[in-house]
């Protein structure tokens, strides 16, 4: 679901638009994922978030473990990864970082994706290259349907 120019990725390579928080919990694959990701949709645990100019947002959720899930989303297609064991899609963190994005702009720094997100980042839209697919996203790598609302 990319949110500018009509649902293709930006002719200009220009920024893609901040999602709504219901455009977000559209995206949710039932009621109890809805709410679990309202409840991870503040800042409190979240850490390293961050965004890029071509619409992929990333941070670490503090989870019941000892160590953080990584979670990144390319907005433009969308896809999402998360380190988490949920076979939900996307998952209950995945939609918490998509809803702080979309409430708190300010809590997510600009610039270049942290290794392990840039590395997930750069597969994805390398595999959509080499495809055919769009360049800065696109759902060409994963086989994803684009969603619009």
């Not at 709504?20 to 645990?45: N, Y």
């Not at 720094?109 to 080499?130: K, L, N, V």
């Amino acid at each position: 679901m990319l949110l500018s120019h009509g649902g293709e990725p930006s002719p200009t390579g220009g920024p893609v638009a901040r999602w709504s928080v219901e455009q977000v919990l559209a995206l949710a694959p039932d009621d109890a994922s809805r709410k679990a990701g309202t409840r991870l949709g503040a800042a409190g645990p979240w850490t390293n978030t961050g965004r890029d100019a071509a619409g992929a947002v990333w941070g670490l959720c503090k989870g019941s473990g000892s160590t953080p899930y990584r979670t990144v989303v390319d907005t433009t297609g969308p896809a999402y990864s998360c380190s988490c064991p949920s076979r939900k899609f996307p998952c209950k963190h995945a939609l918490g970082l998509l809803l702080l994005r979309a409430s708190d702009d300010a809590a997510f720094r600009p610039g270049e994706p942290a290794d392990w997100a840039a590395a997930w980042i750069e597969g994805r839209r390398g595999r959509a290259a080499e495809k055919g697919g769009p360049a800065p996203g696109g759902d060409a790598a994963r086989g994803l349907s684009l969603i619009h609302i």
